[in-house]
């Protein structure tokens, strides 16, 4: 064995030194099978042809040019810039254009009269062609014309090209040779519909333009990246069951009395989550559990009994909530219910007084049990939690896996017991999967069923319309919401954005307005004039998504809908509908934005989870799972249920 083969690992390379090998492992690439597996997690479809005509216009095309000269050159913002004169190699009088910024060194570097292939996306200027965002491929690419899939890549090492390090991961894979063996039998591959392994990789680095054969590829290693996430999964459940937590043992007198402190009786579907969340509690290792449920269907009052029982068994417990409005309104509420008790509830947010802050500081890093409802200000390296026995995360998509863990902390060698909540609700089979190491529980009805609100889809020309109906539903004695998808600050005022529409609103009818610049003591004296009736429209940005509950509120109207997801559209209309009147949701868009046509027949959140589901992830339920799983390469978890079901078995 020679000396290369001896030393193993990337160096076997040809081209790769020392140097570069630390580098490569500092990057997470120890050896040729990881180099090899880093394939690209996009392509671009690229047409190359030797003459394009008008009907390609728009299209990513692939061109044999013979350059006519270059320079430099500047926009009229003084942005520099270099200009490629071309023709096309197959014809002299086709004239095409290149400008290509950040590369001054472009100009001394192509020659005249030099032949090169460039991919970008065709426009016309006049009589001349021009490809937009141009590309110039290595002098020795061959023209291959066709179909062509092209991988984007990023290298992920410091210093080092794209196509560098695309180059080291095709020669990984060359070198390995028969090293890289296909574990799983024929057959499953066949059943899944995957490529073997060593073609797969080959595919991926280097397409042969064929979609299907592509996906194949991509699916085989999403099997792997699946296999991956169960061992995790089951590596993380293992660890908890070696964890202690601060138990809270059952106990029939303390349960009778949180019950007649909570406004109205569970219903089937609460009692049952709180006797499996009961059971958590009084477990010795720590409870970790997805509550799902629609809007409106009284996950926070099972949240609230969870924490008295950990209350009352001596500890704290923590409601933390994506927002200051949110988080008042929770503690104006539960303070009605514990009038009278002694449990001190704080409301912990950064629009506290140096003061009121200093207060629960103190509590919190006192011995004695309370609730603490609060925003991201709970997750400061300043806050000490003592005895904490039960952190529940409400709206938990909201938080970045970092933000949740920083609360989970161990305090006299106990763990807290951890309820998140989300009212993006997703198919179970898929929650079961992606969040593997969580007890799951539902709530899929409203405790007094009520009839949903009626969705109607309009064009944005639908306003003064629109205006018409807000007064005719104020008329009638309703409430009316209006949210908008912006502010609308600054020189270029939108008509749409919530400072304008606040502004004709409030000269035609009285409105208030509320958004997220706006200090947390006007939000509150806007959120209270709206809830007792005095300014009857509140207009608003997303941030009426979550935390403000007006029984009153009877019509819904968003504009710019098509900016929203289906998951935020659907929170924002379950804000109307809680008292005993009708409620109606108007949602103005562009009629191009088919996707929401869903939401005037679904009222449902689970139903609309599967029907986003469909459509693979094209409404805000694909940022809930990408927010945790942005780091695989090629498992899509709403694309590739299949495989991570076959991986689990």
């Not at 066709?146 to 695309?166: C, D, I, K």
């Not at 296999?227 to 069951?241: C, M, N, S, Y």
């Not at 629009?351 to 200000?377: D, F, I, K, W």
């Not at 939690?385 to 863990?405: K, T, Y």
Request: proline content about 6%; overall charge positive; some cysteine.
């Amino acid at each position: 064995m020679g000396t290369r083969e001896q030393e193993g690992g990337l160096r076997r390379l040809r081209g790769l030194g020392p140097a570069l090998e630390k580098r490569l492992g500092e990057a997470g690439f120890a050896d040729l099978r990881s180099l090899a597996m880093a394939v690209p997690s996009r392509y671009r479809e690229v047409l190359a042809l030797s003459r394009p005509d008008a009907g390609l216009l728009g299209r990513e095309l692939r061109l044999r040019i013979i350059v006519r000269g270059a320079r430099r050159l500047r926009t009229r913002r003084g942005l520099a810039f270099t200009q490629v004169e071309a023709h096309l190699a197959s014809d002299p009088e086709l004239r095409v254009t290149l400008r290509f910024f950040g590369q001054p060194w472009l100009a001394r570097s192509l020659n005249r009269d030099e032949e090169r292939l460039v991919d970008g996306r065709l426009e016309r200027k006049g009589r001349k062609y021009e490809l937009v965002a141009p590309r110039l491929l290595p002098r020795e690419t061959v023209f291959a014309p066709g179909r062509l899939l092209v991988p984007q890549r990023v290298s992920p090492v410091e210093g080092m090209s794209a196509e560098r390090f695309g180059d080291f991961a095709r020669a990984a894979i060359e070198e390995l040779g028969e090293e890289l063996e296909e574990e799983l039998p024929a057959e499953q591959l066949e059943r899944l519909n995957l490529l073997p392994l060593p073609q797969a990789l080959l595919e991926l680095h280097a397409p042969e333009g064929e979609t299907e054969r592509l996906e194949r590829a991509r699916r085989r290693l999403a099997y792997i990246e699946a296999h991956a996430l169960l061992a995790q999964i089951r590596q993380r459940r293992a660890a908890r069951a070696k964890k202690r937590s601060w138990p809270v043992p059952p106990n029939e007198k303390i349960e009778a009395r949180i019950r007649a402190r909570l406004p109205f009786a569970l219903s089937e579907e609460q009692d049952r989550v709180a006797a499996e969340i009961g059971a958590d509690l009084a477990a010795d290792s720590p409870m970790t559990r997805l509550l799902m449920g629609d809007v409106a269907c009284g996950k926070t009052l099972v949240a609230v009994h969870a924490c008295l029982a950990a209350i009352a068994a001596g500890h704290k417990a923590v409601l933390l909530v994506p927002t200051e409005i949110l988080a008042e309104q929770h503690v104006s509420r539960i303070s009605q219910w514990l009038a009278g008790s002694r449990v001190p509830v704080l409301c912990f947010s950064a629009g506290q007084s140096r003061a009121q802050r200093a207060e629960s500081l103190a509590l919190l890093a006192g011995p004695s049990p309370c609730l603490a409802v609060g925003t991201h200000a709970l997750l400061s390296d300043e806050v000490q939690i003592s005895r904490l026995g039960l952190l529940v995360i409400d709206e938990q998509q909201r938080f970045g896996v970092v933000q949740r863990a920083a609360l989970w902390r161990e305090d006299e060698g106990r763990w807290p017991h951890v309820l998140v909540m989300s009212a993006t609700p997703i198919p179970r089979t898929l929650a079961t999967t992606l969040f593997g190491d969580l007890d799951i529980s539902e709530i899929r009805k409203p405790p007094q069923p009520r009839p949903k609100p009626v969705t109607e889809l309009l064009p944005e020309r639908a306003w003064p319309e629109v205006l018409r109906r807000i007064e005719a539903e104020l008329a009638a004695g309703g409430r009316a919401f209006v949210v908008c998808p912006r502010i609308g600050a600054g020189e270029q005022e939108e008509a749409d954005g919530a400072l304008a529409t606040h502004r004709e609103l409030a000269a035609r009818l009285g409105a208030g307005l509320i958004h997220g610049r706006m200090p947390s003591e006007e939000r509150r004296r806007a959120q209270q004039r709206f809830r007792s009736g005095e300014t009857p429209v509140l207009v608003g940005t997303t941030v009426l998504e979550v935390g403000i509950d007006v029984p009153e509120a009877t019509l819904m109207v968003v504009r710019g809908a098509e900016r929203l997801g289906l998951s935020t559209l659907h929170q924002l209309r379950g804000r109307v509908g809680r008292g005993e009147k009708p409620a109606r949701c108007l949602l103005l868009r562009d009629p191009a934005a088919e996707r929401l046509d869903v939401l005037a027949d679904c009222g449902d959140g689970f139903e609309l989870a599967e029907a986003d589901l469909r459509q693979r992830g094209a409404g805000d339920l694909s940022g809930v799972l990408q927010s945790g799983h942005r780091r695989f390469r090629c498992l899509d978890p709403l694309q590739d249920l299949d495989l991570l079901r076959a991986a689990g078995r």
